[in-house]
């Protein structure tokens, strides 16, 4: 399976990006994708996750500000982020795997495919 994350950027504290996760060669219904970001010298971080029946989980530090959705017609998952904050800014990392998001440890499980990652940068 090839993903393919795109929709990074520049932003303002306050303001809005949205990301997208297109993944091919997978029945795209069948899993689940996740959402993840770095920063230097950090370790990766879960962000969210949706399962592939649309359940959806969020990191504390994000609920409230950003909603993941899937559309399976299109085998694209979304990343709407609403009201930025400058410590958003990360390389935000989509992967795909079997539906792991209703373990509370899916942010640390191993995911089977991984996108190249989307720069997000927020100024304050």
């Known amino acids: 399976v090839q993903l393919q994350a795109s929709g990074g950027g520049f932003g303002q504290a306050g303001g809005s990006l949205r990301l997208s996760c297109a993944a091919s060669g997978r029945t795209f219904s069948d899993y689940a994708i996740g959402w993840f970001r770095q920063t230097p010298g950090k370790e990766r971080e879960g962000v969210s996750c949706?399962?592939?029946?649309?359940?959806?989980y969020y990191v504390d530090s994000v609920k409230g500000r950003f909603t993941i959705s899937r559309d399976n017609a299109k085998n694209t998952v979304y990343l709407q982020m609403n009201s930025l904050k400058p410590e958003d800014t990360a390389v935000y990392y989509c992967?795909?795997?079997?539906?792991?998001?209703?373990?509370?440890?899916?942010?640390?499980?191993?995911?089977?495919?991984w996108g190249q990652g989307t720069l997000v940068t927020v100024s304050s």
């Open positions: 992967a795909i795997d079997e539906d792991r998001c209703g373990s509370p440890l899916w942010p640390v499980l191993p995911w089977d495919s």
């Open positions: 949706v399962g592939n029946v649309g359940r959806t």
